[in-house]
Nanobody
Framework: QVQLVESGGALVQTGDSLRLSCLVS????????MGWFRQAPGKEREFVGT????????TYADSVKGRFTISGDNGKNTVYLQMNSLKPEDTAVYFC?????????????????WGQGTQVSVSS
């Protein structure tokens, strides 16, 4: 089993930066990929970005490319989502996810473990 705990969500203003953290515990050796997703009120959960652990390769949704960055700290068992130039449309609950399969990482169904989510609100 793998446990994920997100933190760092907050209410910020347009243009601000924010860093979310995802603490990973349990059978971490089984994880091949970490992902971030978000879900706004009344909308489906959508892909934000993913980090392939074996080589550090990242992939991002077009909506966040150039503004968001995913990174990991193996010593702290933590994955980060650095969000810059935030916009009101970034407002959502952000979820961290861990995958054990060798897949693209852009679909929610590819991930086996999920955190509880952290709220990010961006005011205009």
């Amino acid at each position: 089993q793998v446990q994920l705990v997100e933190s760092g969500g907050a209410l910020v203003q347009t243009g601000d930066s924010l860093r979310l953290s995802c603490l990973v515990s349990g059978r971490t050796s089984s994880i091949h990929r970490m992902g971030w997703f978000r879900q706004a009120p009344g909308k489906e959960r959508e892909f934000v970005g993913t980090l392939r652990l074996i080589d550090g390769m990242t992939t991002y949704a077009d909506s966040v490319k150039g503004r968001f960055t995913i990174s990991g700290d193996n010593g702290k068992n933590t994955v980060y989502l650095q969000m810059n130039s935030l916009k009101p449309e970034d407002t959502a609950v952000y979820f961290c996810a861990a995958g054990v399969s060798w897949s693209t990482g852009v679909f929610a169904g590819e991930y086996m473990y999920w955190g509880q989510g952290t709220q990010v609100s961006v005011s205009s």
